[in-house]
């Protein structure tokens, strides 16, 4: 941020990319918690005797979390500065100068049918039965429970808050953590996304809230995450127990396909549904023809926050007339 700036736009290309894929870091707390929730079992040896098998969070997990949440606020705080050095007309606070822009009609209907379909697809989705865990001991097989996103959220303090009663305030906000990224982030988002389309005056600072909250949404990492974890807990199971053991407890997962379908279409219309709106957006707000880079020679044309004078921009439908 402190580097002199000639290419205004392409710094700000790669904060965005700093803040759109900033969120694949909480890919850890998602595996954690599904990992967490999946082996917490109880495996009886006898009438008498029982083994209880518990995936516990360190500090060093939480230290991480903590850092995190504070690279992602700091890339936002930047993007926040950056954008009123080299869009000093869209921050004017005389709105004579600085008219809102607005969508077109069609697009309104066609952004407000996407967002309601994908998240109505999504809520469905997370709320079934994804997958299965299949408890075989001794060759039997001795449980077989379902989960869902939701109920992983739902069961991660019962998976190891009688084993850690010291550590409880931890896997609460491991729980939390897991409840904003996976189901509140993601569906403000969406929210703020509709009052955009909505309410014309308030446009720019909604979309700034709708932005800095999908960088927090972790819908993709979640899919990712989840399929991730599906396939690897047998593998991990496997590195717990001796090799040939008859006796021993074996893990095993099995994908409900037609739920999951649900989760997969929810989650991918959700992502590129916020993506698109967001992008088309930008274009609207920031007027992006406006910022003047360096040219091919090298000379520069347009030092950052200085005020574009003597010239008048007609825009097209979806633009009002500016002076720049």
């Known amino acids: 941020f402190v580097v002199p700036i000639k290419r205004p736009k392409t710094i700000e290309n790669v904060l965005e990319f700093l803040g759109t894929f900033g969120k694949w870091s909480f890919v850890d707390i998602i595996v954690l918690v599904e990992m967490m929730v999946a082996f917490r079992s109880t495996i009886l040896l006898s009438s008498i005797a029982e083994i209880e098998v518990v995936l516990i969070p360190l500090w060093g997990f939480y230290v991480y979390i903590i850092a995190t949440i504070m690279s992602l606020t700091g890339t936002h705080v930047i993007m926040y500065l950056h954008r009123r050095c080299i869009y000093p007309h869209v921050f004017l606070q005389d709105p004579e100068q600085n008219q809102p822009q607005t969508f077109t009609t069609k697009t309104k209907i066609i952004a407000i049918s996407g967002i309601l379909v994908s998240k109505i697809l999504y809520i469905i989705g997370c709320n079934l039965e994804i997958f299965e865990l299949i408890n075989l001991q001794g060759g039997r097989i001795a449980s077989t429970p379902r989960y869902s996103i939701l109920s992983i959220g739902t069961e991660i303090m019962d998976s190891s808050f009688e084993f850690v009663e010291d550590e409880q305030r931890g896997i609460r906000f491991i729980q939390i953590m897991w409840f904003l990224?996976?189901?509140?982030?993601?569906?403000?988002?969406?929210?703020?996304?509709?009052?955009?389309?909505?309410?014309?005056?308030?446009?720019?600072?909604?979309?700034?809230?709708?932005?800095?909250?999908?960088?927090?949404?972790?819908?993709?990492?979640?899919?990712?995450?989840?399929?991730?974890t599906i396939s690897q807990i047998p593998t991990f199971g496997d590195g717990l127990i001796d090799a040939n053991c008859q006796s021993c407890f074996v893990v095993d997962t099995n994908l409900l396909v037609g739920p999951f379908a649900v989760f997969v279409v929810g989650s991918v219309l959700h992502v590129l549904v916020v993506h698109l709106l967001i992008r088309k957006a930008h274009g609207i707000i920031f007027y992006d023809d406006l910022v003047v880079e360096e040219n091919d020679d090298g000379d520069d044309q347009a030092g950052v926050g200085q005020q574009l004078q003597g010239s008048s921009t007609t825009k097209n439908e979806d633009h009002t007339e500016l002076d720049a």
């Open 181 to 228: 990224l996976c189901f509140v982030i993601p569906i403000m988002t969406s929210c703020l996304l509709f009052g955009m389309l909505i309410f014309n005056e308030h446009q720019r600072s909604i979309f700034m809230m709708a932005e800095y909250a999908s960088a927090w949404s972790c819908v993709e990492v979640l899919l990712v995450s989840t399929v991730f």
